[in-house]
């Protein structure tokens, strides 16, 4: 089991960047890939990116890609989303989890979750 705690969240201009972390506890980090969610009000969670268990495989939904990096640094038990060019539709909570099995897009293949730290982004 993995504890995730997520931080770094904030309000933001359009324009502007963000780095949000995601603290692991519990078992071993590194033995986890892990994603990224977002979820706007009256909207359903969405994808946004993920990366393996090593780093060396990530993966992002098109209208994030060129603007966020997902990263991990296993040694810290610590995943990041840096989020750059932040658009007012960027705006949601943003969770990280960590991944089961399956399609890394499908949030119901994620089996542990963070409680989300807001992002808002002012245009």
């Known amino acids: 089991q993995v504890q995730l705690v997520e931080s770094g969240g904030g309000l933001v201009q359009a324009g502007g960047s963000l780095r949000l972390s995601c603290a692991a506890s519990?078992?071993?980090?590194?033995?986890?890939?892990m994603g990224w969610f977002r979820q706007a009000p009256g909207k359903e969670r969405e994808f946004v990116a993920y990366?393996?268990?090593?780093?060396?495989?990530?993966i992002y939904t098109d209208s994030v890609k060129g603007r966020f990096t997902i990263s991990r640094d296993n040694a810290k038990n610590t995943g990041y989303l840096q989020m750059n060019s932040l658009k007012p539709e960027d705006t949601a909570v943003y969770y990280c989890?960590?991944?089961?099995?399956?399609?890394?897009?499908?949030?119901?293949?994620?089996?542990?979750w963070g409680q989300g730290t807001q992002v808002t982004v002012s245009s």
């Open positions: 990366i393996s268990r090593s780093g060396g495989n990530t």
């Open positions: 519990g078992r071993v980090f590194g033995s986890y890939a």
């Open positions: 989890a960590a991944f089961n099995s399956g399609s890394v897009s499908t949030s119901t293949n994620y089996n542990y």
